[in-house]
Every structure is written in structure tokens, then in C-alpha cells.
């Protein structure tokens, strides 16, 4: 993939809009300088003196973060969000990209999904990495919120020219009725979906597991990634990508298969997020007319420029994959 290619794709992908469906997520740090740190009079513990805090969407969020950042000429979220001050937070950061939010909806009943990691450093210049403090609903949708998704996700599909999906969380925005819409969508209009326990569930969609996913989705019979593919685009009736990390990824129409390779990244690499810009950039490339394989080889391409943003989960601009492919 040359940079005249990809210059050619850029523009093309400069008229597309996307629409993305998912669990917005706000990503908090807390970074905390241990050697400011004062032994507690009323616990025998020493407390973390956070000296930073930086905030960044996560989930269904950092698919949109990566859809903006790519140039498209319109993204289309529609999510939930909590009247809390994770919701608030996460509102703010939709400031820093190009989205139309009308399709982000409140609801005083939710959590704002949020993955809180507390970060601490002392004398030497290792981080180390608390566990994290994570924010997530514990129960269903509301009919009444189901129903405003679903008239909100029909309004953005008559806009957009695909749609990504990041379906992950047990209780989270992609309910049955709504994944019952998008498969329906997915016979008329590109419908990419990443999903880690609900691929199964999809039909006339392209999905993009990874091989263990996509293993599972089978019954975890199969230990080839080109087989799985195909019998997956049996069950589906749709492409399927098959994403092999570092390896590269398989894309599968029907019975042929193709692997499609990664970009080298050197160490120290973060993959955190990694997924999230693969979903889209491959939806935004397809949308802009890239056949699979080589829609597949961008969504490589500019998730080799995130893994090598380290303690975040980062975006790709057109700039910067047009710097890795020169490297390359």
C-alpha cells in the first residue's frame, strides 16, 4: 500500500460518513508521584498523591475518537450515557472531536461506563499500574431508552455510509432488539461488527473477531484462522475479518480467504485500543469503496501508528500512517 494509494483513499474517505454504535466509555489516569507521599495518621497506609489526571473516550468512544481522526466527513454516535460525572466528562472529551451528538443519549438511570487506572511512580522511571477501578451497569436497558436507540440509530443508518459497532459490555447499549435492527441494516448497507462474547449472535454483518473469538463462536473447534473465517462466513452470510494481533489479519468472502499482513512495530508497543482503530479504520475505508483486503491492510496500517502511542489508547491521522507507510 503506497502513499499514492493511500493519498487516493484519503480523499475518498473525506466524503464518507460513518455511524458508530457501541458503549462509550471514559478512560481515566491518575498519576501519582509516590515520593510526595506521607504516611496516613488515621491508616497505616501510604495514600497515592495524584499529580496528573487525563481523561480519554474508551470503548464505543475511542471508535468514534479514531473515525474522526481519520477525516471522514461526519461520525454519527449513538450511545448512552449517565447523568453522572463520568457522563459529563465524557461529553467534554466529545469537544476534542469532530462528532454530531445528537445521537448520544442520557439516561439518569445508567452508569457512564469508566475504566479508572491508577498510575504510580517513585524514584526510579518505572510506572507501575494499580488494578483498575472499573464503572459499569449492572442491569438492562430501559424499554424507554431501547426504543430512543433504536430511533436514533434508524436516523443515523439513513445518513451513513457504514456503520461500526463495538458491542462488549454485558448490559450495554447493543441489546437483542438492537442487534436484531443492525442485522437487518446489514443486507442493505456495510455493517462492521467487534464483539468479544456476542459474535455468535450476528448475521448479515461483517464481524471481526479475533482467532480465539472466532474459534469460540464455532465451538472452539477450530485452530486454523483461514477455516474459522470461512465457516464463519457460512454461518454469517457476510465477510468476516479474522484479526491475528501482530500476525496480521484474514479476510474472508465466502470460500476465499486471504491473509492480509501487519505492519511491523517495534518495542515498546501498547495494544491497548489497538482494536478499536483497527474497527475504524477498516469501516471508513470499506465505506470509501476499499475492497476488503485492502481496507483490511489500512485498518493494519493504522493500528500500527496506536500501539506505539504507550499508556493510552490513541488515534491514527492521516499524516502519521502516511509517515508509517514511508517508514515501511
Same mark, same amino acid.
Given at each position: 500500500?503506497n502513499?499514492?494509494?493511500?493519498?487516493?483513499?484519503?480523499?475518498?474517505?473525506?466524503? =464518507? !460518513?460513518?455511524?458508530?454504535?457501541?458503549?462509550?466509555?471514559?478512560?481515566?489516569?491518575?498519576?501519582?508521584? $509516590? #515520593?510526595?507521599?506521607?504516611?496516613?495518621?488515621?491508616?497505616?497506609?501510604?495514600p497515592?498523591?495524584v499529580?496528573?489526571?487525563?481523561?480519554?473516550?474508551?470503548?464505543g468512544?475511542?471508535?468514534?475518537?479514531? =473515525?474522526s481522526?481519520?477525516? =471522514?466527513?461526519?461520525?454519527?454516535p449513538?450511545?448512552v450515557?449517565?447523568?453522572?460525572?463520568?457522563?459529563?466528562?465524557?461529553?467534554?472529551?466529545?469537544?476534542?472531536?469532530?462528532?454530531n451528538?445528537?445521537?448520544?443519549?442520557?439516561?439518569? !438511570?445508567?452508569?457512564? @461506563?469508566?475504566?479508572?487506572? @491508577?498510575?504510580?511512580?517513585?524514584?526510579?522511571?518505572?510506572?507501575?499500574?494499580?488494578?483498575?477501578?472499573?464503572?459499569?451497569?449492572?442491569?438492562?436497558? /430501559?424499554e424507554?431508552?431501547?426504543?430512543?436507540i433504536?430511533?436514533a440509530?434508524?436516523?443515523?443508518?439513513?445518513?451513513?455510509?457504514?456503520i461500526a459497532?463495538?458491542?462488549?459490555?454485558?448490559?450495554?447499549?447493543?441489546?437483542p432488539?438492537?442487534?436484531e435492527?443492525?442485522c437487518e441494516l446489514?443486507?442493505? $448497507?456495510?455493517?462492521?461488527?467487534?464483539?468479544?462474547?456476542?459474535?455468535?449472535?450476528?448475521?448479515?454483518?461483517i464481524?471481526?473477531?479475533?482467532?480465539?473469538?472466532?474459534?469460540?463462536?464455532?465451538?472452539?473447534?477450530?485452530?486454523?484462522?483461514?477455516?474459522?473465517a470461512?465457516?464463519l462466513?457460512? #454461518?454469517?452470510?457476510?465477510?468476516?475479518?479474522?484479526?491475528?494481533?501482530?500476525?496480521?489479519? =484474514?479476510?474472508c468472502?465466502?470460500?476465499?480467504?486471504?491473509?492480509?499482513?501487519?505492519?511491523?512495530?517495534? @518495542?515498546?508497543v501498547?495494544?491497548?485500543?489497538?482494536?478499536? /482503530?483497527?474497527?475504524?479504520?477498516?469501516?471508513?475505508?470499506?465505506a470509501?469503496?476499499?475492497?476488503?483486503?485492502?481496507?483490511?491492510?489500512?485498518?493494519n496500517l493504522?493500528?500500527?501508528?496506536?500501539?506505539?502511542?504507550i499508556? /493510552?489508547?490513541g488515534?491514527?491521522?492521516?499524516?502519521?500512517?502516511?509517515?508509517?507507510?514511508?517508514?515501511?
Open positions: 500500500m502513499k499514492e494509494y493511500l493519498n487516493d483513499l484519503f480523499s475518498r474517505i473525506a466524503d =464518507v !460518513t460513518v455511524c458508530v454504535v457501541g458503549d462509550v466509555c471514559l478512560d481515566i489516569y491518575w498519576h501519582a508521584d $509516590m #515520593k510526595k507521599s506521607v504516611l496516613s495518621r488515621e491508616t497505616p497506609h501510604f497515592l498523591p499529580t496528573e489526571e487525563r481523561y480519554s473516550l474508551g470503548g468512544g475511542n471508535v468514534m475518537a479514531n =473515525v481522526a481519520l477525516g =471522514v466527513k461526519a461520525v454519527l449513538v450511545s450515557l449517565g447523568a453522572d460525572w463520568r457522563g459529563y466528562l465524557a461529553r467534554e472529551c466529545f469537544k476534542n472531536i469532530s462528532a451528538a445528537a445521537g448520544l443519549i442520557t439516561d439518569e !438511570t445508567r452508569v457512564t @461506563p469508566c475504566y479508572a487506572k @491508577p498510575l504510580r511512580q517513585g524514584i526510579s522511571d518505572v510506572v507501575y499500574e494499580d488494578p483498575r477501578l472499573d464503572f459499569e451497569n449492572r442491569s438492562p436497558l /430501559t424507554r431508552t431501547e426504543n430512543e433504536l430511533a440509530l434508524d436516523k443515523a443508518a439513513a445518513r451513513a455510509d457504514a459497532v463495538s458491542d462488549q459490555l454485558e448490559y450495554g447499549v447493543v441489546t432488539r438492537i442487534r435492527m443492525l446489514g443486507k442493505t $448497507m456495510p455493517v462492521i461488527v467487534d464483539s468479544r462474547d456476542r459474535i455468535a449472535l450476528y448475521d448479515n454483518v464481524i471481526k473477531p479475533n482467532e480465539f473469538e472466532a474459534a469460540g463462536a464455532l465451538g472452539g473447534g477450530f485452530s486454523d484462522p483461514a477455516a474459522a470461512k465457516a462466513s457460512a #454461518k454469517t452470510g457476510a465477510p468476516v475479518i479474522v484479526t491475528l494481533g501482530d500476525k496480521g489479519a =484474514v479476510w468472502e465466502g470460500k476465499n480467504a486471504v491473509f492480509v499482513r501487519s505492519t511491523p512495530a517495534e @518495542p515498546p501498547d495494544p491497548v485500543g489497538a482494536g478499536d /482503530t483497527f474497527l475504524a479504520a477498516f469501516a471508513a475505508a470499506y470509501a469503496g476499499a475492497a476488503g483486503p485492502e481496507a483490511v491492510e489500512f485498518a493504522a493500528a500500527g501508528v496506536t500501539v506505539k502511542k499508556g /493510552t489508547t488515534t491514527a491521522t492521516e499524516s502519521e500512517i502516511l509517515q508509517l507507510t514511508i517508514k515501511n
